[in-house]
């Protein structure tokens, strides 16, 4: 609730409906799509390439594999430094049960380690998860995960009504600096743009896919609200992320930290996987087929380990998580689903009276574009501060 408890929640709300509009035509148009290319499966880069390579305007069809590599390269970007988010969250939930104490801080305390050196010591460890080169052996792992997380907004949810029975003391409002930095990290939560159209993909009845996408974003959202409301009311001006580091050393607080600690390791090779596959397709073509198997597990550690530097330099988790956020969800979230949109309807069916398909996808973009950019700047200003002052504190 970094906005504030009076701007929070109305703009989770709006920002909940934004997205789900633009995952919904992005979907509409990927249908459209599959009966002009007569392709019957296609991922959002493809959908991207697609719609510009049906266009009939020759400038826009030669920018079909350029907006492709866009795509492309915001999924990476968004799911690379998605994990090197989830770097942070274990090192600072181990520094905090290794140092046994409530207090939080990048500087280790009574002469102890920081959270550096915590990032450096469990790269290693993340290599070897991120070794496993089939998702089958990961798959199961994540129905746990998902029980844990929803258990610890529960405990989240008891802990606000323990430590603030009357749900008082919220500010209302901040500043506008603060809004742009929440905007960031709300766009991050909610966001499931890179999955979407996979779903649909894989729908036994894709024509309900928008039931699909209406229960599964209330869900995103619900949750989303539970863990920033009460996460804030329980603790206040003191709530700091992941929300189970403001839990208390009791023996219940203790095995939730640990459980959220597995819980992201293995989440973060679940997530690592697909923006690796993509990077490796391209890399492959120029490798030795003979040796495919050994150089791709070179890369995966090159890649895991350069995602751990990152993760050092930038040590917060708030300001890596609105820069994601604001910079690459704003595009795949917002801006693409948009221009896609447009690309798909242009001639047929067209624009629609009075051109209102091109007025609202123009006003969708610029509104993204907004956040885009004032996101970004607020979080990269945040992300600059910390890697040339190291013993600063953010909120960690």
């Not at 690379?80 to 969250?89: D, K, L, N, P």
């Not at 280790?108 to 052996?137: D, E, Q, T």
């Not at 996808?361 to 993204?368: A, D, E, K, R, T």
């Not at 956040?371 to 700047?377: Q, R, Y």
Request: aromatic share 14%; charged share 10%; glycine share 6%.
């Amino acid at each position: 609730m970094t906005a504030g408890l009076w701007v929070a929640v109305p703009v989770s709300l709006a920002c909940g409906l934004y997205m789900f509009y633009c995952l919904f035509i992005l979907v509409k148009s990927a249908q459209i799509l599959y009966k002009r290319t007569r392709v019957p499966v296609m991922t959002y880069p493809d959908v991207g390439e697609a719609a510009c390579a049906c266009h009939s305007n020759p400038s826009i069809t030669k920018l079909a594999k350029t907006f492709r590599y866009m795509i492309d390269a915001m999924i990476c970007i968004d799911l690379f430094g998605s994990c090197a988010t989830y770097q942070i969250i274990i090192a600072k939930s181990l520094k905090q049960l290794v140092e046994n104490t409530q207090t939080t801080s990048m500087e280790g305390i009574n002469g102890m380690p920081g959270l550096r050196f915590y990032l450096a010591c469990i790269v290693p460890f993340v290599i070897l998860i991120c070794l496993i080169r089939h998702l089958k052996w990961l798959a199961p792992l994540s129905i746990v995960a998902n029980m844990v997380v929803l258990f610890c907004i529960i405990v989240a949810v008891y802990y606000a009504f323990e430590n603030n029975p009357t749900l008082t003391g919220m500010v209302p409002y901040t500043s506008f600096y603060n809004f742009f930095e929440f905007i960031g990290m709300a766009v991050f939560s909610m966001s499931c743009a890179a999955v979407i159209i996979p779903i649909e993909n894989n729908m036994k009845d894709p024509d309900k896919y928008h039931i699909a996408l209406s229960v599964g974003m209330s869900l995103i959202i619900s949750c989303v609200f539970c863990v920033s409301f009460f996460g804030y009311a329980g603790y206040l001006d003191k709530c700091e992320s992941p929300i189970t580091v403001n839990f208390p050393l009791n023996t219940l607080g203790k095995a939730l930290k640990g459980c959220i600690m597995v819980m992201i390791y293995v989440t973060h090779a679940l997530n690592y996987w697909v923006p690796f596959a993509t990077v490796f397709y391209y890399m492959k073509r120029k490798l030795d087929p003979n040796k495919h198997v050994m150089w791709e597990l070179i890369f995966r550690a090159i890649f895991v380990a350069i995602i751990g530097l990152v993760a050092i330099i930038f040590p917060t988790i708030t300001a890596l998580m609105g820069f994601l956020g604001a910079f690459c969800l704003s595009n795949l979230a917002f801006i693409y689903p948009n221009v896609i949109y447009l690309l798909v309807h242009w001639e047929r069916p067209g624009l629609g009276p009075f051109r209102w398909r091109l007025w609202l996808s123009l006003l969708m973009i610029v509104v993204g574009i907004f956040f885009c950019i004032c996101g970004s700047f607020v979080s990269a200003v945040q992300l600059i501060t910390i890697a040339i002052n190291p013993g600063k504190r953010s909120d960690i």
